[in-house]
């Protein structure tokens, strides 16, 4: 009989013995299988995550400048626009004007912005679907809403953004920016920031630290900064979740090792027939290594496809509320599939490969016994 027969007969036996104890194996690889589906989901949600913040981040400006009061973000005057202009490397050094307004009907913050190129018509807003959602407002609507010194100011809705932009305009509000520093009292030569790209990204800290040195009372933030900020940020929020779900993981770990290391001693009889009828050792032990890896594998692809359904399908909504954060305004978005295939192998060899290692060291020392001893047990 050749190496391949040899092995088929082996895992047919192997099936048919987990076959004759299925309501056992069952339970055990459905709580194998769920938290499989727990890491990978984390794994999974906390990648695509990440992979939609580079993307969102890859056409921003390499530095935001900011001008600091008492340690606190405040307006920048318009004469440091010249200022920065004259560094060698710079260029497209631009004043932004924006802000956030609370709306107490909802409880929600909104983030306002002035309208690009085109700008928008004075006493018009273009506004995210969060915005549209919480007031229950479309195109053609008049929103009211509150300035800065205390009177309303109607705007109409001219335009919706789309879904696709959700993850970045769920909470906005675009207008003009004559009505945008009308409505927040922000003076004519002032503004929120100012952004610049540099020519040779390479040069990125240099010109960060000049603009440290000829403006002092500004903060320079790079674009890297703040991709590491949300990485940061996404990779606490999952920790945070996995120390959750640690206790069901340590039980679980403690369940499999017990079913792995200890045999049953039905189990021990039928290693004992196997080894009267002519199995070798060796023989006995690849079984029950099958049935490890039979077991692993099934709780391993089963809970990965459903956290890849989860996550991508979903919007993993078991886990949104700890990984997207506490907000009024959720940002209703498609992830796009985002898999790190050396995650993939990792989170394989934490939860497949133990179990069936374990599996291997009582059945070898099962199967070195007697078999007439262990057939009178």
Do not use: C
Not at 325 to 336: I, K, M, S, T
Request: hydrophobic content about 45%.
């Amino acid at each position: 009989m050749s190496l391949h027969e040899r092995h088929r007969n082996i895992i047919d036996f192997a099936l048919s013995s987990l076959g004759r104890r299925w309501k056992k194996n069952l339970a055990l690889t459905v709580v194998y299988a769920f938290v499989v589906f727990t890491l990978a989901s984390v794994v999974f949600f906390t990648e695509a995550v990440k992979s939609e913040a580079r993307a969102v981040l890859r056409g921003a400006p390499e530095i935001v400048v900011q001008r600091l009061m008492a340690g606190r973000h405040d307006l920048i005057p318009e004469s440091h626009i010249d200022v920065l202009r004259k560094i060698t490397g710079t260029r497209q050094v631009q004043g932004r004007l924006w802000g956030y307004y609370f709306e107490p009907s909802t409880g929600a913050n909104y983030t306002v912005v002035a309208s690009g190129e085109p700008p928008l018509e004075p006493g018009t807003i273009a506004i995210g679907q969060g915005v549209a959602r919480t007031l229950n407002a479309g195109e053609g609507d008049l929103i009211p809403l509150k300035g800065s010194k205390g009177d309303y100011a109607s705007f109409e809705v001219v335009r919706v953004f789309s879904h696709e932009s959700e993850l970045v305009s769920s909470d906005l509000i675009e207008m003009h920016a004559d009505d945008l520093r009308a409505f927040f009292g922000v003076p004519e030569d002032y503004f929120t920031d100012i952004t610049l790209k540099v020519r040779n990204e390479k040069e990125l800290v240099v010109v960060a630290d000049k603009i440290r040195r000829l403006l002092p009372d500004t903060r320079p933030i790079l674009r890297d900064e703040i991709l590491r900020t949300y990485d940061s940020l996404f990779d606490w929020r999952s920790g945070l979740l996995l120390v959750i779900f640690a206790g069901a993981v340590a039980a679980f770990v403690i369940f499999a090792w017990d079913k792995a290391t200890s045999l049953s001693m039905e189990e021990r009889r039928e290693m004992g027939v196997l080894k009267a009828v002519g199995w070798e050792t060796s023989e006995v032990i690849a079984m029950k290594s099958w049935e490890g890896i039979i077991i692993s594998l099934a709780a391993f692809f089963g809970g990965t496809v459903l956290a890849y359904v989860h996550v991508f399908f979903s919007s993993a909504f078991i886990f949104e509320p700890v990984l997207k954060g506490w907000a009024v305004l959720y940002p209703r978005f498609q992830l796009v599939p985002q898999i790190d295939p050396y995650q993939v192998l990792a989170l394989f060899f934490l939860t497949v490969v133990p179990y069936t290692v374990a599996t291997v060291i009582p059945t070898w020392s099962a199967a070195t016994v007697d078999p007439d001893s262990i057939m009178r047990l």
